[in-house]
T-cell receptor, first 113, second 111 residues
Framework: ETGVTQTPRHLVMGMTNKKSLKCEQH?????MYWYKQSAKKPLELMFV???????ENNSVPSRFSPECPNSSHLFLHLHTLQPEDSALYLC????????????FGPGTRLTVL | GDSVTQMEGPVTLSEEACLTI???????????LFWYVQYPGEGLQLLLK?????DKGSNKGFEATYRKETTSFHLEKGSVQVSDSAVYFC??????????FGTGTSLTVIP
């Protein structure tokens, strides 16, 4: 596998479920990001990890919990979500010195019922 | 704060037509400007970028010029193809180490 991969590609969950999104990058990068893409809204940066430490948390509700166990993997743990959380969740990665050269995964399409 | 405004879509063009997607920005300092493209079922891919005023970014027949006087970075292509059908995002990257994306413009090219 090359580039940035995300699993699952599609997820349907109820409001009481707990699920996790997974992102993996095979580019040797050391910064990783979670974005939320909703229809007709700009991409929203949710979290940034640099060298496995969270450096950015843009006022994201606590029902979203990120985890970065190593520089190649990033998770987004989901718990008691709301229907308005339905969106495409994109993962990206970059070299630390090149924040603006981000490579994106294909995204996970999340539907909350 | 920093922001990007791009023209609303969707845009539908016939093959070989000219394309312009407008993008204007608001930013302090000297941001870098980008166009990303998202093909169906895929993530965003960098299409082109410009890092300073009057720079022209180009790739795959697309061009955009960084115009500081009009705070614009319009995307243009002289002859679109069916394979150009995608969603296009204008974005800026500034000193806060954060991207600011536009809402995206959907382009459909019909044969």
């Amino acid at each position: 596998e090359t580039g940035v991969t995300q699993t699952p590609r599609h997820l349907v969950m109820g409001m009481t479920n707990k699920k996790s999104l997974k992102c993996e990058q095979h580019l040797g990068h050391n910064a990783m990001y979670w974005y939320k893409q909703s229809a007709k809204k700009p991409l929203e940066l949710m979290f940034v990890y640099s060298l496995e430490e969270r450096v950015e948390n843009n006022s994201v509700p606590s029902r979203f919990s990120p985890e970065c166990p190593n520089s190649s993997h990033l998770f987004l743990h989901l718990h008691t979500l709301q229907p308005e959380d339905s969106a495409l969740y994109l993962c990206a990665s970059s070299r630390l010195a090149e924040y603006n050269e981000q490579f994106f995964g294909p995204g996970t399409r999340l539907t909350v019922l | 704060g920093d922001s990007v405004t791009q023209m609303e879509g969707p845009v539908t063009l016939s093959e070989e037509a000219c394309l312009t997607i407008n993008c204007t920005y608001t930013a302090t300092g000297y941001p870098s400007l980008f166009w990303y493209v998202q093909y169906p079922g895929e993530g965003l891919q960098l299409l082109l970028k410009a890092t300073k005023a009057d720079d022209k970014g180009s790739n795959k027949g697309f061009e955009a010029t960084y115009r500081k006087e009009t705070t614009s970075f319009h995307l243009e292509k002289g002859s679109v193809q069916v394979s150009d059908s995608a969603v296009y995002f204008c974005a800026l990257f500034n000193t806060g180490n954060q991207f600011y994306f536009g809402t995206g413009t959907s382009l459909t090219v019909i044969p």
